[in-house]
């Protein structure tokens, strides 16, 4: 057994070795030809050393960054060539690829960088940390309840912007001797004053009802899915209402373990088709489009499962019911916002619409779903969050500019290390959510 997995060990890094040269060649051919501009005076970086399996971490960031870029130039830092080329196709801001240290050490001797944002924990943004003119601040890629919310690694940032008193509560619980007030910003979720779009069903009367399920997990502790034990029950029940509409959302890997699940999930898309062309006003949606904004904003109630979901929908400040999963062994930590939820259980799913009229007109509810979101993002009206994501940044330039007149004559020298690796995998993710 040794012998197999040294052998299937080696295959995997010689694998990824070539797959990062061609990339890498692929790239350099590119720049060659179609140089990227590189803005002047650039104030604020994002370092994003991930490859691009963990680039849905940064694209959410994109609306948010692209605004702040209207009044401080903004840039993105990559390392890993794939990733990189993915990004100048797509990113709203300039992408500059930095594979080795000496190319960060070029960059900032160009600039006078203010702000570092790092949207995950990959191990090299320790080699990002050295240079200490500049305030590193975790920007996260998302609020929640999970481990990954309070890891120490916290530590390691001058600043955090956060998203609200949830997130501050469960850092001074977690973490040893971290100053919680003089780390965090809260924020709260820039990102929801850009989820509305255009919807494709028009404003009839009929309450949008949203079930964005995740899929079956692959793990009996992460077993949070829905669809096989709620889905078709909740969607047989909203598509015979004529007052009520469906936007069908699941996970893009719903049935890839569970023949049930992949069943139940092609059963609920036929049904929305066969409900289209039975009632054609009916506009019921099956999306599995890349855009994820609009479903949250406008719908009137969302039925989510255990997942970012549930915050996402939290932000936007709008009714939500979570289907409470029917496996006994996946974990529920009820201790924040889902010890309060209006929970969705699989028995009373074929009643569904009777618990979207709860959460939709019931005081109580209406009352527990303010506080949770108050507490989780604070102010959820249109634009608040941004406000404070751009309050949050001249803070810190402020204060950045209050040290380097402190620090004016301070003789500088390179923070380099040649002993560092250089070499990007291209295969392998360094960040985990």
């Not at 690694?153 to 955090?160: E, I, P, R, S, T």
């Not at 850092?171 to 709260?188: E, M, N, Q, S």
């Not at 029940?237 to 893009?252: G, I």
Request: charge should be negative; charged fraction near 25%; proline fraction near 6%.
């Amino acid at each position: 057994m040794g012998i197999v997995s040294d052998l299937k060990a080696a295959r995997k890094v010689l694998r990824n070795a070539l797959r990062s040269r061609t990339t890498r060649r692929e790239l350099a051919e590119r720049l060659a030809s179609h140089p990227e501009g590189e803005p002047s005076g650039v104030h604020i970086a994002v370092y994003f050393a991930d490859t691009r399996v963990n680039l849905y971490q940064i694209r959410q960031w994109y609306a948010p960054l692209a605004e702040l870029a209207a009044t401080h130039p903004v840039v993105i830092l990559t390392r890993s060539p794939g990733a990189t080329m993915t990004l100048m196709d797509e990113a709203p801001v300039p992408v500059v690829y930095c594979r080795r240290i000496t190319d960060l050490e070029a960059f900032v001797g160009r600039h006078d960088v203010r702000l570092v944002f790092y949207v995950n924990q990959n191990t090299k943004n320790f080699q990002m940390f050295r240079y200490g003119r500049m305030w590193h601040v975790f920007i996260n890629h998302g609020e929640s309840d999970k481990m990954y919310m309070t890891t120490n690694q916290f530590k390691a940032y001058d600043y955090a912007l956060v998203a609200g008193q949830a997130a501050r509560d469960r850092l001074a619980k977690k973490l040893w001797a971290y100053d919680v007030a003089a780390k965090t910003l809260p924020i709260g979720r820039p990102q929801a004053d850009h989820f509305a779009g255009e919807v494709p069903y028009p404003k009839d009367g009929r309450t949008v009802v949203l079930y964005a399920p995740t899929w079956e997990g692959d793990r009996p502790a992460a077993a949070y899915g829905s669809i096989a034990s709620h889905g078709v029950a909740i969607a047989d029940a909203v598509l015979a209402s004529p007052d009520h509409r469906l936007v069908y959302r699941p996970h893009p890997r719903s049935g890839v373990i569970d023949s049930r699940y992949r069943q139940a999930n092609r059963q609920i898309i036929e049904a929305i088709g066969a409900a289209n062309t039975a009632d054609p006003s009916a506009h019921h949606v099956y999306d599995n489009g890349p855009q994820l904004g609009w479903q949250l904003a406008d719908a009137d109630v969302a039925i989510t499962d255990i997942s970012a979901m549930v915050y996402d929908r939290l932000a936007v400040g709008k009714p939500i019911l979570v289907a409470r999963p029917a496996s006994p062994d996946a974990e529920v930590d009820e201790a924040g916002f889902l010890g309060s939820a209006e929970w969705l259980l699989a028995e009373d799913a074929p009643e569904v619409l009777t618990a979207v009229d709860r959460v939709l007109n019931d005081p109580e509810a209406r009352s527990a779903l303010a506080y949770w979101s108050e507490h989780h993002f604070g102010d959820t009206s249109p634009g608040a969050a941004t406000a404070r994501f751009h309050g949050a940044v001249e803070q810190l330039i402020a204060e950045w500019d209050r040290h380097a007149e402190l620090h004016a004559l301070d003789r500088r020298s390179s923070e380099s290390d040649p002993f560092d690796e250089d070499e990007d995998d291209e295969a392998i993710p360094e960040s985990g959510d």
